[in-house]
């Protein structure tokens, strides 16, 4: 797990697990190899606006992004709008690409697709690709206090 996730949960209170294994990169990975539930699998995608602000995008591991609302929510434009290179993700986050949690560190803008808040339980990146971490639902929407939204494809 990531020190800086680590920190985070731990200033907050937050009660999660951690769960060790193989190096797991994308969401048909986890969910071949993992006893996850995968409705309760969330990802985080990450991309960086012009100023250099890192904007975390956390939906349902199977779900498609909704690129143009993700930039509304951003208050950029779509052109505006890339993903993070593996190098930003390893000095903003100190993550490792495709290890990516939905949590808003160093001064990253949160937004949380509307569909994680009926999960009872989540199971997410730890900032590391051989790890993920489970945590109760409410507890973390709580914490996180990202911005709801559809961004998300329906």
């Known amino acids: 797990m990531s020190p800086m996730i680590q920190t985070w949960l731990t200033a907050r209170g937050l009660t999660f697990r951690l769960h060790g ?68 993700l390893g000095e903003t986050l100190d993550a490792e690409a495709g290890g990516v949690g939905p949590f808003p560190l160093a001064g990253s803008q949160l937004l949380i697709d509307r569909s994680v808040e009926a999960l009872a339980r989540i199971y997410c990146g730890t900032g590391r690709v051989g790890s993920t971490l489970e945590i109760d639902g409410a507890a973390y929407l709580a914490a996180a206090a990202g911005i709801i939204g559809d961004f998300a494809k329906r």
């Open 21 to 88: 294994h193989e190096a797991l990169k994308s969401f048909e990975e986890l969910s071949a190899a993992l006893n996850f539930p995968p409705e309760a699998m969330v990802k985080t995608l990450a991309f960086m606006d012009p100023a250099g602000r890192c904007i975390l995008a956390a939906m349902p591991g199977a779900a498609k992004a909704d690129y143009k609302r993700i930039a509304d929510a951003a208050g950029i434009a779509r052109s505006q709008l890339r993903a993070a290179t593996p190098a930003e």
